[in-house]
């Protein structure tokens, strides 16, 4: 009898861990916040709510809450999770990299831990309806000639893949970077902004935040940084086709504060593998015209420290402050 009771009693303990597992799983979830570290409508911003929204509706989070942090391009937004000891993570990309490298920030993404890696999207260069500059060829032939012929505008912060990627192109079109003018500004609705009051002459932004001007009818996208013309949108031409051999992808992940736990990575590992492969990620992925690009903690970790190496070259062009 006594053996039995403590067969009895050691089972329950198992089952009472086993209890104790998955309600900690549930306080993981029961009040998450993801940080999109910038305005409402930025291309972080754009993300985290597509996020909320599927991993709610399809009940993989039972509560998830969008926060918008802005500041010192993404780092406001970046330092506040690095305090917090709730559900909290935030939204990243490659700013993460060049701040530090630009010597604008002391963080790193060794500061974090990385949680996924998602999608990736075009950069676009875009001019108001009426300009009179008619292709990015004349355009980078005007900025050969005249460095200072145009005005740019770029958010949230110089060394982004917006303003990185223009300057990769004028670099290879013989342009010199340093020279030209940027002007920065809070979020792309602030670009355009200004650029439709002719206060810039020139945007680069990704083609999920100036899609919904061009479907406006107010700009008019002059390039794409794609390998081929987009089939939803036959109408932009390429770098390539406009005598300039770049092709470059902007991405965008999720992480969280440093020391999360094995099973609060391996619980996120889940639930964003579990969102990826939702009929309605499929539908955003189409909708923002966004290449899917999944990748768990793990393989983003490595992924991270490759795109650390990569951007300390890239950033051996001039990028002016």
Not at 1 to 28: E, V
Not at 81 to 101: D, E, G
Not at 233 to 249: A, C, H, S
Request: charged share 25%; glycine share 6%.
């Amino acid at each position: 009898m006594g053996k039995k009771r403590w067969f009895i009693f050691a089972l329950l303990l198992m089952l009472l861990a086993g209890c104790s597992l998955d309600g900690d799983d549930k306080n993981i979830t029961k009040e998450v916040t993801l940080i999109a570290p910038s305005s409402r409508g930025g291309g972080w911003d754009i993300t985290a709510r597509a996020i909320q929204k599927i991993l709610m509706s399809e009940n993989i989070i039972e509560n998830i809450q969008v926060e918008n942090i802005i500041g010192a391009g993404g780092e406001l937004g970046w330092k506040y999770i690095q305090k917090q000891n709730h559900p909290v993570l935030a939204m990243n990309s490659s700013l993460l990299i060049t701040n530090h490298l630009l010597g604008q920030s002391k963080l790193t993404y060794k500061d974090f831990t990385p949680i996924a890696t998602l999608a990736t999207e075009w950069e676009v260069v875009i001019v108001a309806k009426d300009s009179s500059i008619a292709n990015a060829g004349s355009l980078m032939n005007d900025l050969k000639k005249t460095p200072h012929a145009y005005k740019i505008g770029v958010s949230p912060r110089l060394g982004n893949d917006d303003q990185l990627s223009f300057v990769l192109a004028s670099k290879h079109a013989g342009v010199q970077p340093k020279e030209l003018d940027f002007y920065v500004y809070e979020n792309s609705n602030k670009v355009v902004e200004a650029l439709l009051k002719k206060q810039i002459d020139v945007a680069t932004m990704t083609l999920s935040e100036a899609i919904k001007y061009y479907d406006l009818k107010q700009v008019r996208p002059l390039v794409i940084s794609a390998d081929k013309r987009l089939k939803e949108l036959p109408e932009i031409p390429t770098w390539k086709e406009e005598g300039i051999d770049l092709v470059f992808e902007h991405w965008r992940g999720i992480m969280g504060p440093p020391n999360m736990t094995k099973d609060e990575i391996s619980f996120w590992d889940e639930a964003l593998k579990k969102m990826v492969r939702t009929k309605e990620w499929k539908q955003t992925l189409q909708k923002y015209m966004w290449k899917d690009f999944y990748k768990d903690s793990s393989t983003t970790a490595r992924y991270l420290e490759k795109q650390s190496k990569m951007y300390e070259d890239l950033m051996g062009v001039n990028i002016k402050d």
